[in-house]
């Protein structure tokens, strides 16, 4: 990983967020992604969440893509009785929230494969950078320190569009996406137990976060 150059801009607005806690598009595809679509979806979810995911994520295919087997279904493996979806910003923010202070939404989903489960997050806001608001999710995922932490959104923050970073855990991806209009966005694909991942693991999540992030247009 490179790290470094951009330690003073983030790790401030990261350690803020640890402390405060479908039209066709080209082709016939799935639409461009826009910060204003969105967070009209997040919006209109119910405050409880939603027992599918309103994006248009086919996770058969991009399990398939990765080379990755196993049942692909909606939810946790273990059906814990939380929702499938759930959406944060827009509507919902409130003063003081990483969403309020960089206005934005938030979109997450849950899926499994086989006997692991896949969190999907997708988050855009006005500006740069989208990665941060996830920083609490990152850390539970990965199990990072707070260095390691601060070191990994650095990295995805300075990435590219469609660039993929892996964490040093294995088990989270975040790939930065195309938005129609202003505004930056990321994805976040979290693979199987917390912290826990392994070389081959690292390559088939990298390309799994690819093929769901090139499912949105």
Do not use: W
């Not at 990983?1 to 405060?20: C, D, E, F, N, Q």
């Not at 979109?107 to 806001?125: L, M, N, P, Q």
């Not at 569009?161 to 505004?183: Q, W």
């Amino acid at each position: 990983m490179t790290h470094g150059r951009r330690r003073l801009l983030i790790a401030p607005a990261l350690v803020a967020v640890l402390v405060t806690g479908c039209q066709s598009g080209p082709g016939g595809g799935a639409p461009q992604l826009s910060l204003s679509g969105l967070t009209r979806t997040a919006d209109g979810m119910p405050e409880d969440g939603a027992d599918t995911c309103p994006l248009p994520y086919d996770l058969t295919a991009a399990a398939k893509a990765a080379g990755l087997s196993g049942a692909v279904g909606a939810g946790p493996v273990q059906d814990d009785g939380d929702p499938v979806a759930t959406a944060g910003g827009g509507k919902r923010v409130e003063p003081g929230e990483a969403l309020a202070e960089n206005p934005g939404a938030l979109v997450s989903c849950t899926f499994h494969i086989g006997g692991d489960d896949v969190r999907v997050h997708t988050i855009a806001t006005s500006k740069p950078q989208a990665i941060v608001p996830l920083a609490p999710v990152i850390q539970r995922l990965s199990g990072s320190s707070l260095d390691g932490l601060t070191d990994y959104v650095e990295e995805a923050g300075a990435a590219g569009t469609g660039e993929v970073v892996v964490s040093d855990s294995g088990n989270v991806a975040a790939v930065r996406l195309k938005l129609d209009g202003e505004g930056d966005a990321f994805l976040l694909v979290g693979l199987g137990a917390e912290g826990d991942g392994s070389p081959d693991g690292e390559r088939r999540l990298g390309d799994l976060a690819r093929a769901l992030a090139d499912q949105l247009g």
